[in-house]
């Protein structure tokens, strides 16, 4: 921008028409809109930065809930897996018992 002044400005020198108070109001008018833009975009950038921080903060809570969920699904699995093998053993030793009761009727059923 500031080549763009001393562009102005050396046009300026070759015009009768442009004063030198014209070409500061000019420097004036394009440094504050500079700096107006440059506050912006520094706004942008940072709500950006937030927005990021933010969005990196979310993505750990989702990797830690997905971590935990695994976790409980293993936790869950080994859980399965013990009670379908006391519930086999809790099966065998019921059958054990109707066997044995069952032979204990025959064996009272028969003539004596």
Excluded: H, W
């Excluded at 080549?3 to 504050?32: H, P």
């Excluded at 809930?65 to 869950?76: H, P, Q, T």
């Amino acid at each position: 921008m500031k080549k763009l002044f001393f562009v102005l400005a050396a046009l300026g020198v070759g015009c009768g028409g442009i004063s030198k108070q014209d070409l500061d109001n000019l420097e004036g008018r394009i440094n504050s809109k500079l700096a107006q833009e440059n506050a912006e975009l520094t706004k942008k950038i940072n709500d950006t930065d937030s927005k990021y921080a933010n969005m990196l903060a979310i993505e750990q809570k989702v990797t830690n809930g997905v971590a935990k969920i695994e976790s409980n699904a293993k936790l869950l699995e080994s859980a399965n897996a013990t009670m379908i093998q006391i519930l086999q053993a809790q099966k065998n030793a019921l059958k054990e018992q109707l066997n044995s009761v069952e032979g204990q009727l025959e064996a009272l059923q028969k003539p004596k």
